[in-house]
């Protein structure tokens, strides 16, 4: 890092903050992480160190200088089938902050060591608390009655989920004893780790995607549509802040006990620090007791205990300056490798994952775990037999990050990595710059052909009610091979597949009806082309505006779409090349999906105003995506060569009959490359639609 200069600098901190905004809006919004939060924590604090090296990058908007927010949960976009969105928002009457953290004591040392100089001699004591991992929740009450509760959304406005909160069990709707006229508490909506496990039980049984981790169900459930369902998710609640500002106490651990005395849970679990020996001791304890807590908990929170004391330290525009979060890493657990499967996922690629000895790890049993590829095997060196360390990172499956050398049995055997496919027995390649092997077989490999369909139909692509079983159902029976024949499917078909009835069956086709209506950028993502997950798929389909312009678009325009590099723009440009995906196209265009966005595109240059052309012919995109480039630049195509035909636009091929009407009437031919010079930027210029276009 010392070593970096200011462009390196420059580029870094961009980085950072777009891989910061993306993740938060999985956490926050999706609800589906994917990397971890110590992952997440480390790259924050490399922005934050680069942002304090440089001042002229630093920026107002950068995600050091705000909170995550759960505002904006799109429909279909969290891994909740019933969520609800469009809860009304309301202000936060006090900023909802978040926490600093780290995962050094030092730096704990360094909090207490600031606080102590700045303080300058007054006497004050630490409350030590959980960090508990679940969704923050603000609760107002007036005259003794809940009135309102916001989750934290962006800190400033937060999303009204009040009728939802009434159904948790411990939140009260009428306090009792000496409670203040009106007053604000938060705190944390938690759900335990065993109706943790029977909601995602119930969920798999549905074949509806597992939550990855308690706080994610936590958040999902709590932003349920219908509140009696939020009643059955098993939430608990627990407060451990009062804004100073909403009441008249002496410190934070006065206010809590009154709050617990007017009938508000509270943890029990808390406890007054007088310095950083005691602070230690509660650390150490709670590291090794957690495991036997009912629900997740990410931490420990440091806060100053008396208010006035809080005031003289204030805040940050992110932090109070009052408080710190101390973050436990992941937890580990050591358990015995008994087999790996080699799993082939729709883009071919293959996954070693390995089958272990069940064993506990933060408060879930564990079976599996990914090796993620050949290197990462070689890597760790693993053997059968051998005992591996597991450890929770972001996603579903945990992972594998070491061997207990120490325990390996003499002989162990390496495992082989399979020359050929899992499934189809193709033989495996495996290009120089990739770390993982693929099945090149991608139209007759059943593994392949089943996860595209899988992919397709999945919540945050088509949206359609089905899943593994499904799939398997319908690719067995030879009802479904590629996404479009899911279109074609009739109820006589579907109530012939074991288990199926006649609800179920319309339950199906009414969501195939209903994808019809998904936009664009979703369609995009669900055709599943290499390296385009869903916010790529966005910015390409916001910057073309339609599949035809994507189709049309060179490598150039490509790689001007933002965060779109070589291997993706190359990815989307052979695919839109490859004969096979452009029937697949056409058939599910006529199946009526919507290959444009909805905004009426602008245009992209006045090249052709005023110009009728005509064509013939096959060119390199097709005819559609010629007819749409030439709208873009301002001129229409025409049907049949007139005296108004400004010049026929010849591929190859072309009707004889128009050719000699030109002749005659002396309208000049020119070929599609003559024709791309005609526009801006020298070809297809599609590109250019970026700053123009009104989405
Ligand atoms: S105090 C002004 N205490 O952790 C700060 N927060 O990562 C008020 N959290 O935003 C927060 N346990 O959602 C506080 N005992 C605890 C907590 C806690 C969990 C959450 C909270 C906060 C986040 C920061």
């Known amino acids: ?158 999303d009204d989920v009040t009728e939802n909160a009434m159904r948790i069990g411990n939140i009260p709707r009428q306090l009792h004893g000496d409670y203040p006229a009106e007053f604000e508490i938060r705190g944390e909506i938690l759900m335990p780790y065993e109706a943790f496990d029977a909601l995602n039980r119930e969920r798999e049984d549905n074949e509806d995607p597992p939550f990855a981790n308690p706080r994610n169900a936590a958040s999902g459930s709590l932003k349920l549509a219908d509140p009696e369902e939020v009643a059955h998710r098993g939430l608990i609640c627990t407060l451990y802040h009062i804004p100073a500002e909403s009441v008249t106490f002496g410190s934070h651990w006065e206010a809590l006990d009154a709050a617990a005395s007017w009938g508000l849970p509270v943890s029990d679990k808390r406890r007054l620090c007088h310095g950083i020996s005691e602070i230690r001791e509660y650390i150490d304890y709670w590291d090794r007791q957690r495991k036997f807590l009912p629900f997740a908990t990410d931490g420990i929170v440091i806060k100053i205990n008396e208010l006035d004391c809080q005031r003289t330290l204030g805040y940050t525009a992110k932090f109070p300056r009052w408080a710190v979060a101390f973050k436990f890493k992941a937890e580990q657990a050591c358990t015995r490798l008994l087999s790996i499967d080699y799993q082939v996922g729709r883009t071919g690629a293959i996954t070693p994952v390995a089958n272990l000895e069940p064993v506990q790890l933060s408060g879930t049993v564990v079976r599996r775990a990914t090796l993620n590829n050949a290197d990462v095997m070689a890597g760790l060196d693993i053997r059968d037999g051998d005992w591996v360390f597991v450890e929770k990172g972001g996603e579903i499956i945990p992972k594998i990050t070491g061997v207990d050398m120490s325990r390996r049995e003499a002989g162990a055997q390496r495992p082989e990595f399979p020359s050929v496919c899992p499934d189809c027995g193709t033989p495996l390649v495996r290009s120089e710059d990739e770390a993982r092997w693929f099945c090149p077989n991608g139209d007759g490999c059943p593994m392949q052909i089943k996860g595209r369909l899988l992919h397709f ?96 678009a060179g490598m150039e325009e490509l790689l001007k779409v933002d965060d779109v590099g070589e291997v993706i723009a190359a990815s989307v440009y052979d695919f839109m090349r490859d004969p096979v995906q452009l029937e697949e196209i056409s058939r599910l265009k006529a199946a009526g999906l919507r290959f444009s966005a909805e905004s009426p595109r602008t245009a992209m240059s006045a090249a052709l105003e005023g110009r009728t052309i005509v064509i013939s012919g096959t060119f390199s995109i097709s005819r559609e995506a010629m007819k749409e480039l030439i709208a873009a630049h301002g001129g229409k195509a025409g049907s049949s060569v007139s005296g108004k035909t400004a010049f026929l636009l010849a591929g190859s091929k072309p009707g004889p009959e128009k050719l000699k009407q030109c002749e005659k009437l002396g309208v000049p031919v020119i070929s599609e490359e003559e024709f791309m010079k005609m526009l801006p930027s020298g070809n297809q210029g599609a590109g250019d639609v970026t700053e123009l276009s009104l989405f």
């Open 457 to 552: 139909m999945s919540r945050r692509a088509m949206d359609i009610l089905a899943g593994e079983v499904t799939v398997e159902q319908l690719y067995d029976r030879g009802l479904a091979r590629r996404p479009s024949d899911l279109y074609s499917l009739n109820k006589w078909q579907l109530t012939s597949l074991d288990g199926w009835k006649d609800r179920s069956a319309q339950r199906f086709l009414d969501s195939l009806e209903a994808s019809k209506k998904v936009p664009f950028e979703r369609v995009l993502f669900a055709m599943g082309i290499r390296y385009v997950g869903e916010a790529t798929a966005k910015g390409i389909a916001r910057h073309f505006g339609s599949i035809d312009a994507i189709a049309a």
């Open 1 to 158: 890092m010392q070593f970096m200069d200011r462009t390196e600098a420059k580029n870094r901190i961009e980085e950072l903050r777009r891989t910061l905004e993306e993740n938060s809006r999985r956490y926050y919004v999706d609800n589906a992480p994917v990397i971890s939060d110590f992952e997440f924590d480390s790259l924050m604090h490399e922005l934050e160190r680069l942002e304090a090296e440089y001042p002229e990058f630093d920026a107002p908007d950068s995600p050091t200088h705000k909170v995550g927010s759960d505002l904006d949960a799109p429909a279909g976009g969290n891994a909740e089938p019933l969520a609800r969105t469009g809860f009304v928002q309301r202000p936060h009457r006090y900023p909802m902050l978040s926490l600093g953290n780290t995962y050094s004591i030092s730096e704990i040392e360094d909090f207490t060591a600031r606080a102590e100089k700045t303080l300058d001699g007054a006497r004050f004591s630490y409350s030590c608390e959980l960090k508990f991992d679940g969704t923050a929740i603000c609760l107002t009450y007036r005259g003794g009655r809940l009135v309102q509760a916001l989750t934290r959304g962006d800190g400033v406005y937060g």
